[in-house]
């Protein structure tokens, strides 16, 4: 293998890793699923984090700090306090709650984000296809994907999931994900969610500037004011 293609590898390996702890940092924080954040994901990505940009390392960094002495039921009493409804209005993490009012929308989306899933033999399960983790998980699969694919000097295979990432960029991530890192940042203030959405606006701003792509927002939601504290989501399809 040549030595861009190394590096190439490692980059995306590193992007995996940093993808797949803001997805699991945002999925609810089941006791099985806080284990996987803090023993496999946080260690993972804190092992790889010097790859990515600096800020992003930093991001990773502080959240390392953040989660210091968590359990499943602090974040869970966390989580609940920040997203105990079903559609909370300060910092929604389904995207069909940032950008589409109408049914027919939302059915849109929803619809668009299944083709891509199942176009790499991914099928939502335990959560809905527009929430936050799920999506950023489908990122982190398909860096690991195409880390595997540079490693084993698969141009094509490489090829076809950076395209994937850009056109799930572009038609998704970056168009409301920007908006929920900020949210987190205020209403998960005093807690580790306000390092998650520190990270999270590392993560993809690296990824706009990496991609060329714009951040756009298609109807935002009204303003939030700052609060005082008070599981992956996709499978493999059987074949």
């Known amino acids: 293998m040549g030595a861009d293609l190394a590096v190439g590898a490692t980059r995306e390996l590193a992007r995996s890793a940093v993808l797949g702890l ?9 006791r099985e699923a806080v284990a996987g954040l803090l023993e496999e994901d946080l260690s993972f990505a804190s092992a790889l984090a010097d790859e990515m940009p ?12 953040a989660l210091e002495g968590a359990t499943a039921e602090t974040l869970e009493a966390a989580y609940r306090e920040r997203f105990s409804h079903v559609h909370p209005r300060d910092c929604p993490l389904y ?18 984000l299944g083709g891509f899933y199942r176009a790499f033999g991914l099928a939502e399960c335990r959560e809905r296809a527009d929430h936050a983790s799920v999506e950023l998980e489908f990122l982190h699969v398909l860096a690991y994907k195409r880390a595997w694919a540079l490693e084993r000097g698969e141009a094509e295979h490489a090829s076809t999931c950076e395209a994937a990432e850009r056109a799930f960029l ?3 991530v970056l168009r409301w994900l920007p908006e929920v ?3 987190l940042r205020a209403v998960g203030r005093g807690s580790p969610y306000e390092a998650v959405g520190a990270l999270l ?8 500037e990496r991609t060329g792509l714009p951040v756009s927002a298609d109807a935002p939601i009204g303003p939030v004011e700052p609060r005082a504290p008070e599981d992956v989501a996709l499978c493999e399809e059987p074949s």
């Open 22 to 30: 803001c997805s699991q940092a945002l999925a609810y924080p089941t």
């Open 54 to 65: 600096s800020e992003v390392a930093q991001a990773v960094r502080a959240l390392a700090h």
């Open 95 to 112: 995207e069909t709650d940032h950008r589409a009012r109408e049914v027919w929308r939302q059915t849109e989306i929803l619809a668009d």
């Open 170 to 172: 572009a038609d998704h």
């Open 181 to 183: 890192a900020e949210r």
């Open 201 to 208: 606006a590392a993560v993809l701003r690296a990824e706009a």
